[in-house]
């Protein structure tokens, strides 16, 4: 990410202003210990937070209490929360917090008006996550365009211009952001990319020997079959610097994916399947509560697409909790399978079962009702 460079240039001007002292160079030790303390800070400051949203949400979207209740605790007790990747000093559980916020305004903002400030802080949350993790770029116009199918029916008609006033503000200010990070990467080299690393990744997920997961040894192993195939079709590979890797990587990918759609078609149908196996990142241990929520969300998005296909309505809920989840589905399949990369849908699977629930006891209630009536008719 880029804005640990602004933020250093920024802290060392700010130094400056008010000492004539030297900076003293930290160990790397040290730094690192500063740098994960402060990550975990920011993570726990929001974490409780975005544990509040998505309660609020599930008030919004579930009517048994229960449900609503058992929500936050699914997911603050969720495998890959609480363990496998919260825990972790990485940007992830900053990103899904902001996430969840970011979510939590945009529903609100279906059912009531929200204020300016509301309006610049959901903005303002998008961004900064998008700034600390890029490819959240992805996730967020998955979920603007799932809330834009669901805004632009008549029922929300007022919400309309609250909503593109929101989008125009996200766009305008990814936009300013990203033009630093040109600027930076143009003098660093010496091109105006936003990345130096993405068809590197793109390669990852494209080639002949992809399995859809990501291949730790594959770049480094002269004996793998993926680097010989790489050095024989870009001859002095290992001379370019890393953006003009990234460029060659990008052509010979989509080449592949060109010359071989069907084997494209069988990569894309096995990384969604890998996408919901029940395992956590760096983890090969099978985990039922994963297997539980997995199977739930798959059963609410067939009983959606039934419906759909049933032209049934008042779906807005469903859309919006399948457009989140669907996101980094597609960043999956863009590039490769990262079970960091399905942190981000995970809160919204949990949802998405809770659903699944509440329709089942609906059903259910609705048996015993009908059920009731013919008793009580005989």
């Known amino acids: 990410p880029t804005y640990p460079v602004w933020i250093h240039i920024a802290l060392q001007n700010l130094y400056h202003a008010v000492t004539q002292n030297e900076i003293e160079i930290s160990?790397?030790?040290?730094?690192?210990?500063?740098?994960?303390?402060?990550?975990?800070?920011?993570?726990?400051?929001?974490?409780?937070?975005?544990?509040?949203?998505?309660?609020?949400?599930?008030?919004?979207?579930?009517?048994?209490?229960?449900?609503?209740?058992?929500?936050?605790?699914?997911?603050i007790l969720y495998p890959s929360v609480c363990y496998y990747i919260g825990n972790l000093a990485n940007y992830e559980s900053i990103a899904l917090s902001c996430v969840i916020i970011a979510f939590y305004f945009l529903f609100k903002g279906l059912s009531e008006k929200l204020s300016v400030a509301q309006i610049v802080?959901?903005?303002?949350?998008?961004v900064i996550s998008t700034f600390i993790r890029p490819q959240l770029n992805i996730i967020y116009t998955i979920?603007?365009?799932?809330?834009?199918?669901?805004?632009?029916q008549k029922k929300y008609i007022s919400f309309r211009r609250q909503f593109i006033y929101q989008v125009l503000l996200v766009g305008l200010?990814?936009?300013?952001?990203?033009?630093?990070?040109?600027i930076k990467n143009y003098h660093t080299v010496g091109k105006y990319t936003l990345s130096t690393h993405g068809g590197i990744a793109f390669f990852e997920g494209h080639n002949p020997y992809a399995r859809g997961s990501w291949c730790g040894d594959c770049d480094i192993n002269?004996?793998?079959?993926?680097?010989?195939?790489?050095?024989?079709?870009?001859?002095?590979?290992?001379?370019?610097?890393?953006?003009?890797?990234?460029?060659?990587?990008?052509?010979?990918?989509?080449?592949?994916?060109?010359?071989?759609?069907?084997?494209e078609v069988v990569l894309t149908c096995r990384k969604v399947a890998m996408f919901f196996l029940p395992y956590n990142s760096d983890s090969d241990v099978f985990?039922?509560?994963?297997?539980?929520?997995?199977?739930?969300?798959i059963?609410?998005?067939?009983?959606?697409?039934?419906?759909?296909?049933?032209?049934q309505k008042n779906l807005d809920n469903e859309i919006l909790i399948l457009g989140s989840v669907l996101g980094p589905v597609i960043l999956s399949d863009i590039f490769f399978v990262g079970y960091r990369w399905r942190y981000y849908a995970e809160p919204f699977m949990i949802l998405a079962f809770f659903i699944f629930c509440q329709q089942v006891l609906d059903s259910i209630n609705m048996y015993k009702n009908q059920k009731s009536s013919i008793d009580a008719g005989i």
Do not use: M
Request: charged content about 15%.
């Open 222 to 263: 002269p004996k793998h079959l993926r680097y010989q195939f790489v050095r024989n079709e870009i001859p002095g590979f290992d001379t370019l610097s890393e953006i003009q890797r990234s460029e060659a990587l990008t052509v010979l990918a989509k080449s592949w994916i060109y010359q071989h759609p069907f084997q």
């Open 299 to 311: 059963l609410f998005t067939l009983r959606l697409f039934y419906k759909l296909f049933k032209r």
């Open 173 to 182: 200010l990814i936009i300013s952001s990203s033009a630093f990070v040109f």
């Open 27 to 75: 160990s790397g030790d040290l730094y690192f210990k500063s740098y994960a303390f402060l990550q975990h800070t920011i993570s726990l400051f929001l974490f409780p937070i975005s544990v509040v949203c998505l309660f609020s949400i599930a008030k919004r979207i579930v009517t048994d209490k229960r449900l609503q209740a058992a929500i936050p605790f699914a997911y």
């Open 121 to 126: 802080l959901c903005s303002f949350v998008i």
């Open 143 to 152: 979920l603007l365009i799932s809330f834009a199918v669901v805004v632009f």
């Open 287 to 297: 985990n039922i509560f994963n297997l539980l929520i997995h199977l739930g969300f």
